[in-house]
């Protein structure tokens, strides 16, 4: 199964690139050059890759995967993240899947009304917003049926079932502890960086997001390094600069980038920046020709 839906994609997308697919939030990427692991932020996905590998590091910790196993990420993360070993003869060859967190949610919570609500397993060694998930039948056979519509008239009436259908299928799944964990019941965490990914322009401070959902500081601060293995103000800075770095990246110029995550002061921002990756934001600029893309897969 998993090699039919390896020759789907490739028969979709044959130049390196992304390419959105006839079903909304589900696009395929194929990169045939190395890229270095860079800021970037992975939001609320599945990065299932069929060819190659792909690498994430979150908090000095790095996650490596290929075709035995899926990316589910449930929460914005800062991270870094790259293909360093694509080539043409070997590349990168891959479908993204953009969680709707709505339908998770809904279908989260259906879970726990049926089944009863799940703990994470104190063995787990992973952060909860972040998973590494094995394929199982459930998933591939779900993943199948929905690239089959990709170009087809059925697309637009059966796209979202699919979509269902799947997102089900990585509920019950290896990752499913952390995705029932950020969108079933008890997802304060997973609220509170929905927040703050929406508002880093803002001044959020810990007693803000604490208080949006309803926790003690001291709390919040543990619960939040559970999901995340960051303190909520290394999270907020890393989001920050990441997101400025992504801008940059693809084009923004310092200064625009540096307002558009809230630095008011451009001597500050590139202060951070050069501390966080050993480059100016300029000097970043001018080294980051290949990070374009991988700046469209991460986010």
Request: hydrophobic share 40%; with cysteine; charged share 20%.
């Amino acid at each position: 199964m998993r090699q039919k839906i390896k020759q789907l994609v490739e028969k979709r997308i044959t130049g390196e690139g992304m390419i959105e697919t006839s079903i909304k939030g589900v696009s395929l990427f194929r990169v045939t050059q190395a890229i270095p692991c860079s800021p970037a932020v992975y939001d609320p996905t599945i990065i299932v890759i069929l060819n190659g590998k792909k690498e994430a590091i979150l908090e000095g910790e790095r996650y490596i995967y290929d075709n035995s196993q899926y990316m589910c990420c449930t929460v914005s993360l800062p991270v870094e993240s790259g293909t360093p070993e694509a080539s043409v003869d070997e590349p990168l060859l891959g479908v993204y899947i953009s969680l709707n967190t709505k339908v998770m949610t809904e279908l989260a919570i259906e879970m726990e009304n049926t089944i009863g609500t799940i703990k994470q397993p104190k063995s787990s060694t992973q952060p909860q917003g972040l998973s590494l998930a094995n394929w199982d039948d459930a998933f591939a056979d779900a993943l199948l049926r929905l690239l089959q519509l990709d170009g087809t008239s059925d697309a637009s009436i059966l796209g979202e079932s699919r979509l269902r259908e799947l997102y089900y299928a990585v509920l019950k799944g290896d990752a499913g502890i952390s995705a029932r964990r950020a969108f079933g019941v008890g997802n304060e965490i997973a609220r509170s960086i929905d927040y703050l990914s929406v508002n880093l322009d803002k001044n959020v401070t810990i007693d803000n997001l604490a208080s949006l959902v309803g926790m003690s500081r001291a709390v919040f601060h543990r619960k939040f390094k559970q999901a995340t293995r960051m303190s909520p103000i290394q999270f907020m800075k890393s989001m920050r600069l990441n997101n400025a770095a992504m801008r940059i990246a693809t084009g923004m110029n310092v200064s625009e980038a540096a307002m558009k995550v809230g630095y008011v002061s451009s001597s500050q921002f590139s202060r951070e920046f050069k501390r966080m990756y050993g480059k100016s934001p300029k000097q970043w600029s001018h080294s980051t020709p290949l990070l374009e893309l991988e700046a469209k897969i991460a986010h």
